[in-house]
């Protein structure tokens, strides 16, 4: 017998027209680039210099950042020892960290007058240079390598312990174990985080301001910002804003269809398991891997923390109030997206399709910040003054860029708990409020918890759009240590580097804790 479909409630309605909003949010602001951009279009060479330096630095940013993730998430996935849990969870602090932060800390390393250059000064070496090419795909790989070591990590460890244990019983060696276990998985993981990340570096912003520049070293994403706040060419801003998007979507479809994990069968929740095969030199090779992952990963952010902390009460006094106006901004925006969010993941744990959303989610990743902030200036100087309306804006661009994240951390609890607490709540009786309230709603808490906090920790850190319309006297933390860093108030920036550090991971550990706690206690 056929399963008849439940009706929908007012929440679900609620998440369609959510949807609706967020699609024409983002449509908008596109439709008026592209009506805005030159026509016929006409790249000129600085342009098409943008365009090669952008896929180039994006695809060897991808490229190195899973290669160097392989090793370190195998070893990772190989060993047990004490304090592994904490390390995996510090490891994946520069995901959150302000990239602006990020920079300042890889600078204070790998810098001309960092500890690197330092070091090879001392023995006799000459020194490198950050800038370019070279600092930009460095900056990226600090960025994004805990995402691709979480992605394949999480993929290594899906593999049944079952399985693990048959392979040692039959003895497997160590090229066996390459073979049947680890070659497919790669194959099947590998692509899709090489495709993400290639996406995630396509719309870098900041990166690019700091470390590149240039004729040489621009991309599309910082060509706009040149076109817009320097030029106010809008037609030019515009047509590179179109042409940001064709890259965008042809990467976001392509990593769309490639972000599948091998199913390998339900295993035990275990912790890691030595691999038949396992040599001494194997067990040192991982430990060295291990080590210098957490090496590279930790030491810009101790280099921050060092050379900050001593500067940090010496502020002045318009640094703190930016301080409160990015607390202010990243929770607004946090509450938009979380609003949004719910009733459309209880729609899409309703719907015979939930990869819907997901599709809406993609089309909230394909446009760049960059590209929804010059649309959304185009539209709000039609009827007022968009630099008067610089913190809404960015308030409601920094909540469409979190929703994907809130609602991949949301959508998978929401049909589970429809499939398991709604058919009992049904079978009960519950319905509306009722329902939502004590079936629903608190096994969505954790998960809720944990994508709000990303949110918050995103906005804390975005030097996007408000870097488009904020005049001085309105900056975020971020663009006024921007402003610090261009006028060579060094002392001044590391101290606003580690304000916001440390504010961007306290908000993220409260809403993830309060999350963890909520759900504790249900």
Not at 31 to 58: E, H, K, N, S, Y
Not at 161 to 178: H, N, V
Not at 233 to 261: H, K, N, P, S, Y
Request: aromatic fraction near 6%; proline fraction near 6%; glycine fraction near 10%.
């Amino acid at each position: 017998m056929a399963k008849r479909a439940r009706p929908l409630s007012v929440i679900h309605w609620m998440g369609a027209a959510f949807a609706g909003l967020i699609a024409l949010a983002v449509l908008v602001p596109l439709g008026a680039v592209m009506a805005r951009a030159d026509w016929p279009p006409a790249l000129g060479p600085a342009d098409l210099a943008a365009i090669r330096f952008t896929l180039m630095q994006a695809a060897l940013s991808a490229l190195a950042s899973v290669g160097l993730a392989v090793p370190v998430a195998r070893a990772l996935a190989r060993r047990s020892f004490p304090g592994r849990a904490a390390l995996i969870t510090l490891m994946g602090a520069p995901f959150l960290l302000p990239v602006i932060v990020a920079v300042l800390g890889l600078l204070a390393v790998f810098g001309r007058a960092g500890w690197l250059n330092d070091a090879l000064a001392g023995i006799g070496l000459g020194r490198i240079d950050i800038y370019g090419l070279q600092g930009v795909v460095l900056a990226h790989v600090f960025l994004n390598l805990p995402l691709a070591v979480r992605l394949i990590l999480q993929a290594w460890q899906a593999i049944p312990a079952e399985r693990i244990r048959l392979a040692t019983a039959l003895g497997f060696s160590s090229r066996d174990m390459r073979r049947h276990f680890e070659r497919p998985l790669l194959r099947a993981v590998v692509p899709g985080a090489v495709l993400l990340i290639f996406l995630i570096c396509t719309t870098s912003f900041a990166v690019a301001l700091i470390l590149g520049g240039g004729p040489a070293a621009t991309t599309v994403e910082l060509a706009i910002y040149q076109a817009f706040r320097f030029d106010f060419d809008l037609g030019r801003a515009a047509l590179l804003g179109g042409v940001q998007v064709a890259i965008c979507l042809c990467a976001g479809a392509l990593a769309f269809g490639a972000i599948r994990t091998q199913e390998l069968g339900p295993g035990l929740d275990r912790p890691a398991l030595a691999w038949p095969g396992d040599r001494a030199l194997a067990r040192w090779g991982d430990g060295a891997v291990i080590g210098a992952a957490a090496l590279f990963l930790l030491m810009p952010m101790l280099a921050v923390a060092l050379k900050g902390l001593p500067a940090l009460l010496g502020l002045p006094p318009q640094i703190w109030e930016a301080a409160l106006r990015s607390c202010i901004l990243a929770l607004g925006s946090t509450a938009v997206a979380v609003g949004l969010a719910v009733p459309i993941a209880l729609l899409a744990a309703r719907l015979a399709r939930p990869g819907l959303v997901e599709m809406l989610a993609f089309l909230t990743i394909a446009v760049s910040p960059l590209v929804l902030g010059t649309g959304l200036f185009i539209v709000i100087r039609a009827v007022a003054n968009p630099v008067a309306l610089a913190l809404p804006v960015t308030g409601m661009v920094n909540a469409l860029v979190a929703l994907p994240f809130i609602l991949r951390a949301l959508v998978p609890a929401a049909i589970l708990a429809e499939a398991t607490q709604g058919r009992l709540a049904d079978a009960l009786g519950m319905r509306g409020l009722a329902r939502l309230r004590h079936a629903i709603l608190p096994r969505l808490i954790r998960p809720l918890g944990f994508g709000a906090g990303l949110a918050a920790a995103f906005s804390m850190g975005d030097l996007g759009v408000i870097a488009l319309f904020s005049l001085p006297g309105q900056g975020t933390l971020p663009l006024e240590m921007y402003r610090l860093m261009g006028a060579y108030r060094t002392d001044d920036a590391q101290g606003a580097a580690v304000l916001l550090m440390a504010l961007t991971l306290a908000i993220f550990w409260l809403f993830d804790r309060g999350g963890r706690l909520d759900a504790a206690t249900r």
